[in-house]
T-cell receptor, first 112, second 113 residues
């Protein structure tokens, strides 16, 4: 059983839909991350939250909107996505001062 | 900024054969070093990590890695590969606990009978 849980595991949405990905960690960590993993591309860091404050935003388009209401939960709100946004979205968490990441199993997103 | 290179995109080995996956990093000081494994459709699982001390690190599933400062390398090894080891392997580097890890592009391992 993973300490980082992502829902849904699979999501299919049209370009005009609004949906959200959810991540929950049960490890007592205080930093959470969103990564995008596309076929034949390296892992792309999207957002980092540390102590519930966003500390990194790697030039991600505004159609992706993160939310971190507390140290255990992280959301990625999606709206008016493009087909090229289809990918595996991975959530991870860490203790602030260790660097070691614990990953969820990912949410496979398909945009039609 | 630090960077990570995994020179092999895809490696195929026979079951029972030994394995070595290469990882080189670029950073002036000794970074934190990690190896992760990803099975198809899954998240990344930590195999092992190096922070300091003994340069030969033991991990889960029979894997080990050796940190060589002179070569800026952190290669992953396993003496006898099992079919279940087929997966994608990622090397990652951190320069402190306050910065996100930098990942290599990954090496896909195929295991044949």
């Amino acid at each position: 059983e993973t300490g980082v849980t992502q829902t849904p595991r699979h999501l299919v949405m049209g370009m005009t839909n609004k949906k959200s990905l959810k991540c929950e960690q049960h490890l007592g960590h205080n930093a959470m991350y969103w990564y995008k993993q596309s076929a034949k591309k390296p892992l792309e860091l999207m957002f980092v939250y540390s102590l519930e404050e966003r500390v990194e935003n790697n030039s991600v388009p505004s159609r992706f909107s993160p939310e971190c209401p507390n140290s255990s939960h992280l959301f990625l709100h999606l709206h008016t996505l493009q087909p090229e946004d289809s990918a595996l979205y991975l959530c991870a968490s860490s203790l602030h001062n260790t660097g070691e990441l614990f990953f969820g199993e990912g949410s496979r997103l398909t945009v039609l | 900024a630090q960077s990570v290179t995994q020179p092999d995109i895809h490696i195929t080995v026979s079951e029972g054969a030994s394995l070595e996956l290469r990882c080189n990093y670029s950073y002036g000081a000794t970074p934190y070093l990690f190896w992760y494994v990803q099975s198809p459709g899954q998240g990344l699982q930590l195999l092992l990590k190096y922070f300091s001390g003994d340069t030969l690190v033991q991990g889960i599933k029979g894997f080990e890695a050796e940190f060589k400062r002179s070569q800026s390398s952190f290669n992953l090894r396993k003496p006898s590969v099992h079919w279940s080891d087929a997966a994608e392997y990622f090397c990652a580097v951190g320069i402190s606990g306050n910065t996100p890890l930098v990942f290599g592009k990954g090496t896909r391992l195929s295991v044949i009978a």
